[in-house]
């Protein structure tokens, strides 16, 4: 039988893993709710893997895909408007509308200019229905099918045959699960024997190395380790003692804002557009950046923040390390192209304030 204090880990941990899994609920065998599950779900490392390692990207070109709302038109707007339209049918050489339907049925139209992408409309449906209001979805979360073909991010919406008055379908769903959003943590997914509470630690002049690169302990926090080992090719990449193939250490935090791209922050919005690294995973060596971008949860009256630990392949070709002097945020950035490159290996977690459940 577990101990309290082990079932308190595992609870808290639970919650941590709720607040970064969108529309999840973790739970832990001891839950009530476990006894109710037909047919249980264990929490494994690759779906944590796909809905904690996310890609940023930037937020797209404004205006391409607007929210369309229909308004009264005099009879000559009227004419001109539908000549216009049959047009587009054939050439849709200018913008034009579309529908957007959920599974309950619920239409939505959205104005859409020919250099739109799959991932701008997904963008605007985001911003414009209200997702952006909860932590637990990101833009990631939509999938978007035309015709029964699931759509890519990348494409140009006319390049997947849309045009005038195609209804386009999304759902919200969790990336590498079922459509059950129930899970249950298991202790097998933990590794504690490499756990460490850094709450009351502070390097202040120590330095530490990981893969040739300062190690920034996440001090102040309390570091839960998760059970890699076995999990790739070899176990190099994990490795503490600066051999080859050892990964260096990055941190990120995991709310909604990574949908707009964590590099961002800093960057003046006129010269976003010139200095943007491109698409990837992005990640920073010092965790304090990192929490800034944290998710909060509530536990046991108290509130709590978390953030991932990772480990990152800084070979050349692998990462793009952005100096800190252009961040402008005190630290670097990593941009990770491929996950395989940017694997999670600890769960960070820090009380922040008291939590009253009544407000």
């Known amino acids: 039988m577990a101990s309290s204090s082990s079932n308190d880990r595992l609870e808290l941990v639970a919650a941590a893993l709720t607040s970064l899994i969108p529309g999840s609920k973790v739970i832990t065998k001891d839950d009530p709710l476990y006894a109710t599950l037909e047919d249980p779900k264990p929490l494994t490392y690759d779906i944590l893997s796909k809905n904690v390692i996310v890609e940023s990207r930037p937020e797209p070109e404004p205006g391409l895909v607007e929210p369309f709302e229909v ?36 239409p939505y139209r959205f104005r859409i200019d020919p250099r739109a992408t799959v991932y701008g409309l997904k963008w605007s449906i985001f911003k414009s229905k209200g997702f952006d209001e909860y932590s637990q979805y990101d833009v990631n979360n939509i999938v978007l099918t035309f ?61 530490f190395k990981r893969g040739g690169h300062v190690y920034k302990r996440p001090c102040g926090w309390n570091r839960i380790a998760l ?43 006129k010269k976003w557009n010139k200095m943007y690294y491109g698409d990837g995973f992005y990640s920073t060596p010092d965790i304090a950046v990192a929490a800034g971008y944290a998710t909060s949860f509530p536990f046991g009256g108290k509130r709590y923040k978390v953030v991932m630990q990772n480990r990152v392949n800084l070979s050349p070709g692998y990462t793009t ?20 490159d940017l694997r999670a290996y600890g769960i960070c977690i820090k009380e922040v304030s008291a939590y009253n459940f009544l407000c």
Not at 327 to 332: I, R, V, Y
């Open 321 to 340: 390390i952005i100096p800190e002097e252009k961040t402008l945020a005190g630290a670097e950035y990593y941009v990770t192209p491929s996950a395989d």
């Open 71 to 106: 308004t009264e038109l005099d009879a000559e707007a009227v004419t001109n408007q539908t000549m216009r339209l049959s047009l587009l049918i054939a050439t849709p050489t200018e913008k034009f509308t579309i529908t957007v339907r959920f599974l309950n049925g619920q």
């Open 227 to 269: 059970r890699v080992r076995g999990k790739y090719e070899d176990d190099k990449w994990l490795e503490c003692f600066g051999l080859p193939g050892e990964w260096p250490v990055s941190y990120h935090g995991t709310k909604k804002e990574r949908a707009e791209g964590i590099a961002k922050t800093g960057y003046d919005q």
């Open 147 to 207: 015709e029964g073909t699931e759509l890519n991010d990348d494409e140009l919406l006319t390049d997947c045959g849309i045009k005038y008055m195609s209804n386009v379908t999304a759902v919200v769903k969790l990336r590498g699960a079922s459509k059950s959003t129930m899970l249950v943590l298991d202790e097998d997914l933990l590794d504690p024997v490499w756990d460490y509470d850094f709450t009351h630690i502070d390097d202040k002049d120590r330095e």
